[in-house]
Each structure stands twice: as C-alpha cells, then as structure tokens.
C-alpha cells in the first residue's frame, strides 16, 4: 500500500551494529506497530504506538527499541543487531475505533 | 503461548477446487476475526473479516465460517485460481481489550493451473 512506505526495503548488516528502520504513513492514522514475519511464524507484534505520546512493548521486543517522531513516522531500531533478528520486517497502520490494518512493503533485514 | 492456531501450514489446491484453512483460537475475549491475504513481496492487506454474531460471511469466492462454540473459524475460497496462491493469516482481536490483532501463523497456498 503506497500509503504506508518503509525505508530501506532491503538491508544487511553485520552483527553487533545498530540499525534503524523507518516507517512514513500518509493515511492520517494514529496507530501505528511494528510486526517481525519469520517463515513458519507468522506475524509477531514488537511495539505499538496509539499515539505520539503512546508507546507500548508487544510480544518480542527484547533488542527492539522505537521512536514516534510525529502522528506520521514510527521508526524501529536495534541497537546492536544479531543475526536472528534476521527476518522480514512490516511496519502497519489503523484508524482510531477502525478494525483494519494496514501494511507498509516491507524490509528485508539480514544480520550476518 | 499461541492464542490462534492455523492449520495447515501448507495446501496445494488444482485450479477450480476449494481451498479451506482452519484456525482455532483460545481467548473467549476475542471479538473480531479477521483474514489477510499475504502475496511475495507484499505486506499482508485484509481479504475479509466476521464478527461472532453472524455464522458466516461471503465476499465472492471467499467465506469465513465461524464457529462460536467451538472456538473455530475457517477459510474457504470457492473455484481456486492460480491468481489465489498466496500466504493467508488468520488473526483476532479483542475489540474492548487491548485492540492487538493476534495473528496464527499463516498457510501458503498453490494453487496449480
């Protein structure tokens, strides 16, 4: 969904640097999340934000850290990259009171 | 802990057949049941939703089937086509709760021509 881009679409780095992974909406949705998709495990939520002021830890977010620089931009980093966090990274949106979310492309982290 | 089980992992299906993944969930919380279509490349994008109201919903070729006592939903794609093969996920949520989607762990489905 053009709506949702995430930058860059495909990444590999070496273990132990620190990476940052950004997500940009331009649906005016105030919730945005972080989900990590690994073959065989589907999708796991690592942090969550309702709002700007609003940043909660889903299931796996050990080695996770975010950042919602404003309603449009929720960015993940890791702050020192191992190589199982090696997976397929999306980034989605939903509206206040709205079921439905919306996914961003994708990045591809490989962590050597 | 797994709160939604899909199965199964992987289904081929010939061209015209039905294609049915099951999921089954834990949380009588749980309100809202949603399915997304995952195709290569892509992020996933919702195909299709039910509330538990309702047994069942169609859109097209695609029907959920909800079993409230149970605790059981499934997928069904009528007339498969080539255009279907893709990775499908379950998820639910608890719409008074703390509004995640929950999501199981997804079925790739072929469908050959």
């Known amino acids: 969904d053009a709506d949702v881009t995430q930058t860059p679409r495909n990444r590999i780095t070496k273990t132990g640097k620190r990476i940052m992974l950004e997500c940009s909406q331009t649906k005016g949705h105030d919730r945005m999340y972080w989900y990590r998709q690994d073959p065989g495990l589907g999708l796991r939520l690592i942090y969550y934000?309702?709002?700007?002021?609003?940043?909660n830890k889903g299931e796996i977010s050990d080695g996770y850290s975010v950042s919602r620089q404003a309603q449009a931009k929720f960015s993940l980093s890791l702050e020192s990259a191992i190589p199982n966090q090696t997976a397929l990274y999306f980034c989605?949106?939903?509206?206040?009171?709205?079921?439905?979310?919306?996914f961003g492309p994708g990045t591809r982290l490989t962590v050597l | 802990q797994q709160q939604v089980k899909q199965s199964p992992q992987s289904l081929i299906v010939q061209k015209g057949g039905i294609s049915i993944i099951n999921c089954a969930y834990e949380?009588?919380?749980?309100?809202?049941f949603p399915w997304y279509q995952q195709f290569p490349g892509k992020g996933p994008a919702l195909l299709i939703a039910i509330r538990p109201d309702v047994s069942e919903k169609k859109e097209g070729r695609f029907t959920i089937s909800f079993n409230k006592s149970a605790k059981q939903f499934s997928l069904h794609i009528m007339d498969s086509q080539p255009g279907d093969s893709a990775t499908y996920f379950c998820?639910?949520?608890?719409?008074?709760?703390?509004?995640?989607?929950?999501f199981g762990k997804g079925t790739k489905l072929t469908v050959n021509p």
């Open positions: 949380n009588t919380a749980f309100d809202y």
């Open positions: 934000s309702f709002d700007v002021k609003d940043i």
């Open positions: 989605a949106t939903s509206d206040l009171g709205a079921d439905t979310q919306y």
């Open positions: 998820a639910a949520k608890n719409q008074g709760g703390s509004e995640k989607l929950v």
